[in-house]
């Protein structure tokens, strides 16, 4: 089984920067994604950026120069850097892991919230 804790949300005024975190404890075989979700009150989740354990980023429109996903596999640690944040970036940030032989997990989420 893995574990995923994220930190680093919080309460933020409009065109600050935060940076989420999400360490992944346990058993990770093989290659695998980590990512960053994000569900807003009344939407549906959706997907905010990805990293392959190879390095390879994938990111939504909305997050696209603005934020930066990293990772360091040594510490199965991902990170969100978000620039520039916006009352629409308000949302609960998931952190996930899925790899085809380590299976899908998340964490519970960590609260982002952007307001004057």
């Known amino acids: 089984q893995v574990q995923l804790v994220e930190s680093g949300g919080g309460l933020v005024q409009p065109g600050v920067s935060l940076r989420l975190s999400c360490t992944a404890s346990g058993r990770i075989f093989g290659a695998n994604t980590m990512g960053w979700y994000r569900q807003a009150p009344g939407k549906q989740r959706e997907l905010v950026a990805g990293i392959s354990s190879g390095g390879i980023t994938n990111y939504a429109d909305s997050a696209k120069g603005r934020f930066t996903i990293s990772r360091d596999n040594s510490k199965n640690t991902v990170y969100l850097q978000m620039n520039s944040l916006k009352f629409e970036d308000t949302a609960v940030y998931y952190c996930?892991?899925?790899?085809?032989?380590?299976?899908?997990?998340w964490g519970k989420g960590t609260l982002v919230t952007v307001s004057p």
């Open positions: 996930n892991l899925w790899g085809l032989l380590s299976g899908d997990y």
